[in-house]
């Protein structure tokens, strides 16, 4: 089944900020889920590419490459800028990466630290810090920091479901 690219998605930020909870586990929750759809997956399988697409493993560490983004976005909101930096759309950065030669345990560890250390600093924000806005670059609307937390959330959702889209491809072809 074809799915929608990540760059083609719209979104709606119509929800009340009040759901920033629930936004904030879903962005706790990632590193377990990853982790385990690693579980029990020969590294050849997790390095593996359909045709140039990002592997697996690519796919994990391009989450982990983008932590980087978020956390700035974060000091971004906290000090009030009125758009945020945008992101390289190239991702130039996991293509330099070469997470397939990385040790797959390495990917998420970090994954998981980089996570638990943004999510610990927005357990400690106030409940108004996350009605601020900032202009987001590339949708090119205004975005309150719930709205770019769901936003992130999302992205994490998208390239969870390739990691499983490819398990499925791959376990079907050994």
């Known amino acids: 089944m074809p799915r929608i690219k990540w760059t083609d998605r719209h979104f709606d930020f119509n929800f009340p900020v009040d759901l920033y909870p629930e936004v904030i586990e ?61 992101a390289d759309m190239t991702n130039r950065k996991t293509f330099e990466a070469s997470h397939n030669d990385a040790a797959t345990g390495s990917i998420l560890l970090e994954f998981r ?20 806005v900032a202009l987001h670059p590339r949708l090119n609307v205004p975005m309150r920091l719930v709205d770019m937390l769901f936003f992130q959330a999302e992205h994490d959702d998208y390239h969870l479901a390739r990691i499983s889209e490819l398990l499925r491809l791959f376990r079907r072809l050994s």
Do not use: C
Not at 26 to 32: K, Q
Not at 113 to 132: C, G, H, I, Q, Y
């Open 26 to 86: 879903r962005l706790r929750g990632t590193p377990a889920r990853l982790e385990d759809l690693f579980k029990l997956v020969p590294d050849a399988v997790l390095s593996q590419r359909e045709m140039e697409r990002w592997s697996i493993k690519e796919n994990a560490g391009h989450l982990l490459d983008l932590e980087s983004l978020v956390s700035q976005r974060l000091d971004q909101y906290l000090a009030g800028v009125p758009a945020l930096h945008a």
């Open 113 to 132: 630290a980089t996570r638990k250390a943004l999510v610990e600093r927005l357990d400690n924000l106030e409940p108004p810090d996350f009605s601020r």
